[in-house]
């Protein structure tokens, strides 16, 4: 999610400079002794960078939490719906036994095995020898039934019970994370709102010249002279899933976004393989699990690429040393350099 320029090892000079970013935020009044030095354009954009980098790594922890809480909505659904029908069913057990019961009364006396179902411990009055010689076999399996129901249905109420409990914990973690993306992204808004417009238009003139660098490198002809990248064949569903992304170019990043009008890093993956007839999973450390793991050297076109050392950005690499990705709030799907950001390794699906 950040713009993912070439990775600067940071000197303590910048460090400290930026330290002091949040003083120059404020107006300095004329009473002020000496007014802090207001960021420079590049320390405000190395500051969101940071600050959308950190904004993706929680986006990838709320997609996967997100994955789990539809996940479990599922099973809760799935023991619901078993439980009521298993209601019914021995709704209909113990009206049949009831039934029986009522017909006995009225005939003049009541069998001893419908005793057992009107008794308060049911469990007890079985486990007398005597009393199941004088049941009929019939009778003592539809009540040993009713007793095996019951005790699934009070199982099954208890599970659910425990995954709906498990449910809320999880919508409380998704609503934290969900506050702390917006909260890193409003944080990176405001500092960029205290640049002139002068400056934002040539830092966004700065960044479109970037994207369009690369989206001509990406375009040009495999036989050029960049030996550093001699792109080996790859799967046909990588490439149908490079030619599905490849369709996304312009397409806006939206934080939690699968598509198909809108995408973060690992959604834009996962949406373009799908179209390839593969099924990923929803977060990129989950996607890194996916497929042959490869080398830079050894990328082939429509491979998922995994950048920083939590892996939490992902895209498709499209040869010639390029990568189409979904990068940040803001952007859109765009081609980058492999190394504007700091690559761990590829993976090859399919």
């Known amino acids: 999610m950040a713009s993912h320029r070439r990775p600067k090892q940071p000197s303590r000079a910048r460090v400290t400079i930026f330290g002091a970013t949040a003083a120059a935020t404020v107006a300095i009044t004329s009473q002020s002794a000496q007014a802090e030095p207001e960021p420079t354009i590049e320390e405000v954009q190395d500051e969101v960078d940071r600050l959308y980098e950190e904004a993706e790594a929680v986006t990838e922890e709320y997609n996967g939490a997100k994955e789990q809480e539809e996940q479990l909505q599922a099973e809760v659904d799935d023991l ?27 005939n003049g ?44 249905l009070d199982q099954q109420r208890q599970e659910a019970t425990d995954k709906l409990a498990e449910l809320e914990e999880l919508r409380g973690r998704l609503s934290d994370q969900k506050e702390t993306i917006q909260d890193k992204l409003n944080e990176a808004q405001s500092l960029l709102n205290q640049l002139t417009e002068e400056e934002q238009a040539r830092l966004a003139a700065q960044e479109q010249a970037e994207a369009d660098r690369a989206a001509e490198a990406a375009r040009a002809d495999r036989s050029d002279d960049r030996a550093d990248f001699v792109d080996v064949p790859g799967s046909s569903r990588g490439s149908a899933a490079l030619s599905a ?17 809108s995408f973060d890093c690992s959604g834009l993956t996962s949406w373009a393989y799908a179209q390839a007839g593969v099924s990923l999973p929803r977060t990129s450390q989950s996607q890194a699990g996916v497929g042959t793991r490869v080398g830079m050297s050894e990328l082939a076109p429509g491979d998922l690429v ?22 940040r709030p803001g952007s859109v799907v765009e081609y980058i350099s492999i190394n504007a950001m700091p690559f761990q390794f590829g993976t090859r699906v399919g």
């Open 80 to 106: 619901q719906d078993s439980t009521a029908r298993g209601q019914e069913e021995l709704n209909e057990l113990r009206s049949g036994v009831g039934s029986v019961a009522s017909a006995q009364y009225r």
């Open 109 to 152: 006396g009541i069998d001893p095995s419908l005793h057992l179902f009107l008794s308060a411990d049911p469990d007890a009055y079985l486990d007398q020898a005597s009393t199941l010689d004088q049941v009929s076999g019939k009778q003592a399996e539809t009540l040993r039934l009713i007793e095996d129901r019951q005790r699934n």
């Open 245 to 261: 992304a490849a369709t996304k170019l312009g397409s806006p990043y939206v934080w939690g976004a699968t598509g198909p009008s």
């Open 306 to 327: 995994f950048f920083y050392s939590d892996l939490h950005h992902v895209g498709l690499y499209a040869g010639n040393g390029q990568v189409i990705h979904a990068p």
